[in-house]
């Protein structure tokens, strides 16, 4: 079966740090994406993890671990304009992507 | 700049009434999707096309068709829209890498959204 979880909603403070998680169970798994999504707009690409670790790249990071099937999306620094739903995919091979819901994270100032 | 392009934006359409969505790009790459999302849901994949060859998913309904005439051009019909098909549809593209088991970054366009009468 497929499944991810993520958390519905989140909210966090302007230059603060949150960490969004995603945990996953899929019957095929290559690798994790996140993607950014502004309210009416489509998917960003952010980041693809295949191996275990951390990724860092600007102001945010993804971390893989494919033996808990877990992910992190971390985000610093936060800004206004970071106000965004944020969704984990795991890529099931054979071109197919399984999205989570996403977690909707409000930036206060 | 390359990029995937969908018309309309916004489509209004009547109960039953056939309503066909565009999707171009300029990336030249060989595969497209077709999503469904609706509000605070996760993308559902309807279809994807492996050059001119189609996937169907097994759960989408056959209220839904799509075409794919060329590299760059890709639709989505629906035949009898019902209340329940009011979403976002948003179209997406990717390379295909050697072997095919992996799947390569999608990239999308800014969706139609559609509502029904």
């Known amino acids: 079966g497929q499944n991810i979880d993520q958390p519905t909603e989140m909210t966090a403070t302007e230059g603060a740090i949150v960490q969004i998680n995603c945990t996953y169970q899929t019957s095929g798994f290559n690798g994790l994406f996140w993607y950014q999504q502004h309210a009416g707009e489509a998917p960003t690409f952010l980041s693809y993890n295949v191996l275990d670790g951390l990724e860092e790249k600007g102001r945010f990071s993804s971390f893989l671990s494919r033996s808990k099937g877990y992910s992190y999306l971390l985000l610093k620094e936060l800004q206004m304009k970071d106000s965004a739903s944020y969704l984990c995919?795991?890529?099931?091979?054979?071109?197919?992507?399984?999205f989570g819901a996403g977690t909707r994270l409000a930036v206060h100032p | 700049d390359a990029m995937v392009i969908q018309n309309p934006r916004y489509q209004v359409t009547q109960f039953g009434k056939p309503v066909t969505l565009s999707c171009s790009q300029t990336l030249n790459h060989n595969v497209m999707y077709w999503y469904q999302q609706k509000s605070s849901q996760a993308p559902k994949l309807l279809f994807h096309y492996y050059d001119k060859d189609f996937n169907n998913e097994a759960d989408t309904p056959d209220n839904f068709q799509s075409r794919r005439p060329n590299t760059s051009f890709c639709f989505l019909d629906i035949r009898s829209p019902g209340l329940g098909d009011a979403a976002m549809y948003l179209c997406a593209t990717s390379r295909e890498p050697p072997g095919g088991e992996i799947t390569d970054t999608q990239y999308f366009g800014p969706g139609t959204r559609l509502t029904v009468l």
């Open positions: 995919a795991t890529d099931g091979g054979y071109n197919k992507l399984i």
